[in-house]
């Protein structure tokens, strides 16, 4: 497969892409998405991390916050592992005692949104076609330097991806991703 | 009323009905042991924190209640991780409490500072850091739950010295309440309709029998399915004694080190049906070519068992009792061509019996020729355990180490009752003997307690003699002592062509009889097949105090039947007085 985030240089992040000869996009459906209901506790995070790490399975990414009801919080866990052993976390990760309830989401079966904050170049010459560019995703743009701007962009994490693509020719500085959290489908009656 | 951390600690337990604790005071600790002096829970001191670990072990196994061991912060509680993980792995319901340096201090690397909760994590079901003495009530409570109920296992309480010396109240702390820990008690019904549908038309069933029957004190439903089905039975090395060796259709153990019939029966079984056990690499072998043409209906409590190793074609998750129970009943209501039918079986039967006939566990009983060699000695160590069999009550608990005494002591000793069998099995932690058999002692003060144990495993933690002798806690030890760290020396000497590397211990040295004179025990050494019988004989009549037993061995016995690591359960290896026979 295709290299995703790799460090280049000074600890700048390359944007993830597909494998060669591959759609845009496909190396992501071999990603599962975990979201775990769990109390909101000390040490809650390092027990889910723990099963992932015992096992040599990278996080791709996570994103943890508190959910509706305050005595819990939601993480939700990106990796790129095979279905079976993955079978095998999710069971064990059931048997945590401060984990609530476990989803496994196939990307095709959930809503996914993920927040991006990118600083990019942006001299005269470029300034105005960065933020034409923002503006055409829907991208904000929230500070303003004297060749740099800072942009805010809330979508899918295949719109990010995409958007990365567009900015990366002007000049990546700085990118901060939330990593994605994830809802079910909801279900529609025809 | 209000009291101290320590003291809503100590009250806790004993809410819990706790009756002994094993410990060993520290800095941390020195608050929590005021309270034991005016506590009804009886503290015993061990001379190592892994002592007090094993032996709550041991006190658990025998009487099925959680074990208690109360450590000091540091290297008290990092001595305790190694019992944790034992626990873990042999599912034994475990409360360790921990010292902590003050909250105030976590965190600065402090005297005796460790971080314990991180450290076990991975070795415990669930494990707490106490952040306020008001907590104690329902931490404890909650500790306990956690401890015993679902697949029963370890858990840690750490216990910051400040929180020890904090003022509190204490209160009921009521049900808990843990929306995250719900273990499975019922089983489904129509799992356990497919189950029975399975177990009724199998030609070649075997009940493949682990420690959660155990631990579900499920002894009684099994041994009913049994009459109902006329299933023959293996029982795993944590599950001897679930079904007693002397019933006709127990074959005894599976495994590496298993029975030929045992081993066998699992690979031709046409419907395998796992109650409490986890396909453990020991049992399966090569797992692709374990049971190749068997069915398998896999019960635990544990849903994270499930096809964990093998995928079952049908999954029961639930306590062992209640779905046996369902299973019986579900069977025994059946009419007609439904019907179980134990006659049926009568081919399959006749077939098992027929490889016992063949493949009995044998050992070379002739004293070697020239008995004087080196590690040479006509006393065989199989002997030693059908001769402690013979010479001792018929609910005597047994102990084990872990290595070559280990397995003879399973396959040549006769179980016939539960928690009569405390062993390592999972950790495979050597020096667990001697602890254990102390806390099973405690546990069960009517019952005899021996362990046979290895001479390498007896150094590791004999110290707890030390222990027992001080708190009259009279355990019987039998050294199997060969003078070689023995099952080491076995691989050595089938797959390393005999190239002897760092296992060599030595009969003398130390002098066993005279370390355990000196731990306030009788110490006895055996040297010829003679002197067995009246040594066993001997040690029985003492009750006032230990018993150390060194019985030299010969050196040069290997653990037969074994399955080589990594091999097909089919290329059993059995004794080479029947090697014949597999042609």
Redesign the interface.
């Known amino acids: 497969m295709s290299a995703r985030r790799e460090p280049v240089g000074t600890g700048r992040v390359v944007p993830m892409r597909a494998a060669a000869g591959e759609p845009h996009g496909a190396a992501r459906l071999r990603h599962h998405v975990v979201t775990l209901l769990v109390e909101n506790k000390a040490g809650v995070l390092v027990r889910v991390a723990g099963l992932f790490a015992r096992r040599g399975f990278n996080i791709f990414s996570l994103a943890v916050a508190p959910t509706h009801d305050p005595r819990f919080s939601r993480i939700s866990i990106v990796v790129d592992v095979e279905s079976a052993p993955l079978e095998q976390v999710v069971d064990q990760l059931d048997k945590l005692v401060n984990v609530v309830e476990i989803t496994e989401l196939h990307p095709l079966e959930a809503r996914e949104a993920e927040l991006l904050l990118l600083t990019v170049s942006a001299d005269a010459v470029s300034r105005s076609q960065v933020i034409q560019l923002a503006e055409v995703f829907g991208a904000r743009v929230v500070d303003v330097g004297t060749d740099a701007l800072t942009v805010r962009f809330a979508s899918s994490p295949e719109e990010i991806d995409d958007f990365e693509e567009v900015m990366r020719p002007y000049g990546i500085r700085e990118l901060q991703r939330t990593g994605r959290i994830a809802l079910p489908k909801l279900v529609r009656e025809d | 009323m209000e009291l101290t951390g320590a003291q809503s600690l100590i009250k806790s337990l004993e809410q819990q009905g706790v009756e002994v604790m094993f410990g060993l005071p520290g800095g941390a600790t020195l608050p929590v042991y005021d309270p034991i002096i005016d506590s009804s829970i009886r503290h015993v001191l061990v001379r190592h924190e892994q002592g007090a670990g094993h032996a709550a072990e041991g006190y658990a196994q025998v009487t099925g209640r959680p074990g208690v061991a109360l450590v000091t912060s540091g290297p008290g509680a990092t001595n305790v991780v190694t019992p944790l993980a034992n626990a873990y792995m042999d599912s034994t319901p475990l409360v360790v409490v921990t010292g902590q340096v003050s909250r105030a201090a976590i965190g600065t690397d402090a005297f005796q500072e460790v971080d314990i909760?991180?450290i076990t994590?991975?070795v415990t079901?669930?494990n707490w850091?106490v952040t306020d003495a008001s907590d104690i009530p329902r931490v404890v409570a909650e500790a306990f739950h956690?401890a015993t109920t679902g697949r029963p296992g370890p858990v840690l309480v750490d216990f910051p010295k400040d929180v020890a010396n904090q003022r509190t109240t204490w209160s009921d702390p009521g049900p808990v309440d843990?929306?995250?820990?719900s273990p499975p008690v019922d089983p489904d019904p129509q799992a356990i309709a497919a189950a029975a549908d399975l177990l009724v038309r199998a030609e070649r069933p075997v009940l493949y029998v682990g420690g959660g029957v155990v631990k579900a004190s499920a002894s009684a439903a099994l041994a009913a399915l049994v009459e109902v089905t006329g299933a023959p039975v293996v029982t795993t090395l944590m599950a001897r004694g679930a079904f007693p060796d002397s019933h006709p259709l127990c074959l005894g153990m599976p495994g590496m080190h298993g029975n030929y019939t045992a081993v066998t029966a699992m690979q031709r079984a046409d419907v395998l049906v796992a109650l409490g056990s986890r396909f453990d690499d020991r049992v399966t072998g090569k797992v692709d070519a374990f049971a190749p043409g068997a069915k398998v209906v896999h019960v635990d409590v544990?849903?994270?068992e499930?096809?964990?190793v093998r995928r079952p074609d049908v999954a029961v998750v639930a306590d062992c009792r209640a779905a046996i129970e369902a299973l019986v009943a579900a069977i025994a209501s059946r009419s007609g061509d439904d019907a179980a039918d134990p006659s049926r079986l009568a081919p399959w039967v006749a077939q098992l019996d027929e490889w016992r006939a063949r493949f009995p566990l044998v050992y070379d009983a002739d004293a070697p020729s020239g008995a004087s060699g080196a590690g040479r000695s006509a006393v065989k160590p199989q002997f030693v355990i059908e001769q402690l069999r013979a010479a001792t009550p018929a609910d005597t608990i047994l102990v084990s180490g872990v290595g070559q005494h280990q397995m003879w002591a399973s396959q040549h000793w006769t179980f016939d009752q539960p928690r009569t069998w405390v062993n390592s099995g999972g950790l495979g932690t050597m020096g667990f003997a001697v602890p254990a058999a102390i806390g099973a002692k405690v546990g069960r003060p009517d019952r005899t307690v021996w362990a046979v144990d290895g001479d390498g495993c007896f150094q590791m933690t004999a110290q707890e003699l030390v222990t027992a002798s001080a708190e009259q806690i009279p355990v019987k030890i039998a050294i199997l002592n060969n003078a070689y760290l023995g099952m080491v020396r076995q691989w050595q000497h089938m797959f390393y062509e005999e190239r002897y590397s760092e296992v060599y211990l030595s009969p003398d040295l130390p002098d066993y009889v005279l370390w355990a004179e000196s731990m306030g025990c009788v110490g006895l050494r055996v040297h010829s097949p003679e002197e067995v019988l009246p040594a066993i004989e001997k040690a029985n009549e003492i009750d006032d105090r230990p018993v150390v037993v060194d019985f030299r061995t010969d050196s040069m016995e290997q653990v037969y039947p074994m399955v080589p690591s990594g091999a097909s359960n089919d290329d059993i290896v059995v004794h080479p007085s029947q090697q014949g026979e597999l042609r």
Do not use: M, Q, S, W
């Open positions: 909760t991180g994590a991975g079901k669930h850091l956690i843990l929306p995250g820990y544990d849903r994270a499930i096809g964990k």
